[in-house]
T-cell receptor
Framework: GQNIDQPTEMTATEGAIVQINCTYQ??????LFWYQQHAGEAPTFLSY????GLEEKGRFSSFLSRSKGYSYLLLKELQMKDSASYLC??????????FGAGTTVTVRA | DVKVTQSSRYLVKRTGEKVFLECVQD?????MFWYRQDPGLGLRLIYF???????EKGDIPEGYSVSREKKERFSLILESASTNQTSMYLC???????????????FGPGTRLTVL
């Protein structure tokens, strides 16, 4: 089976940096995705990593280490609108994604 | 922009009823997926389809079936709804260009189903 772990909740202050870790043990690996989901809304794509290293996209960066089965999503210069759930997902074949339970980030003023 | 729509945002059904959840995508995507999302469990894949009339079981297919008669439409069917099927149901689609990059899944807004 697939096992994808991420913290349940994190709280940070506006303007700060937060790092959300994701560890995975899957039968195969064909890329790791991060999605953002605001309460009551659909998940939306944030980032994709398939090779080791850091991918930067504005205030958001995502890192992958395949040998360690580890990824993190880094959110910089936090804004109130970043309060959401962040979902880590691994594609282990051609189509399927396996998701972690999600990390709820609360940004305080 | 990719648009994935679902037939209802909220649905209330009674135990034993047959329930149809419809999903339509407008980007000519090959792949379509049905998930359910429950607190503390994340998204779990029920069924997916990589072509018209093709379907594959996901991780939790029991109690569900699917239909894909047209490329743009993927239906989830609860043959006899039960209270443990109360959940948020999310549909997604992706282009199907596996091996060529991210092949991102795009999600619909979800249907919150309550079975009484």
């Amino acid at each position: 089976g697939q096992n994808i772990d991420q913290p349940t909740e994190m709280t940070a202050t506006e303007g700060a940096i937060v790092q959300i870790n994701c560890t995975y043990q899957t039968s195969g690996f064909n890329g790791l995705f991060w999605y953002q989901q605001h309460a009551g809304e659909a998940p939306t794509f944030l980032s994709y990593n398939v090779l080791d290293g850091l991918e930067e996209k504005g205030r958001f960066s995502s890192f992958l280490s395949r040998s360690k089965g580890y990824s993190y999503l880094l959110l910089k210069e936090l804004q109130m609108k970043d309060s959401a759930s962040y979902l880590c997902a691994v594609r282990d074949g051609d189509y399927k994604l396996s998701f972690g339970a999600g990390t709820t980030v609360t940004v305080r003023a | 922009d990719v648009k994935v729509t679902q037939s209802s945002r909220y649905l209330v059904k009674r135990t034993g009823e047959k329930v149809f959840l419809e999903c339509v995508q407008d980007m000519d995507h090959e792949n379509m997926f049905w998930y359910r999302q429950d607190p503390g469990l994340g998204l779990r894949l029920i069924y997916f389809s990589y072509d018209v009339k093709m379907k594959e079981k996901g991780d939790i297919p029991e109690g569900y079936s699917v239909s894909r008669e047209k490329k743009e439409r993927f239906s989830l069917i609860l043959e006899s709804a039960s209270t443990n099927q109360t959940s948020m149901y999310l549909c997604a689609s992706s282009s199907g260009t596996s091996g060529s990059g991210a092949d991102t899944q795009y999600f619909g807004p979800g249907t919150r189903l309550t079975v009484l």
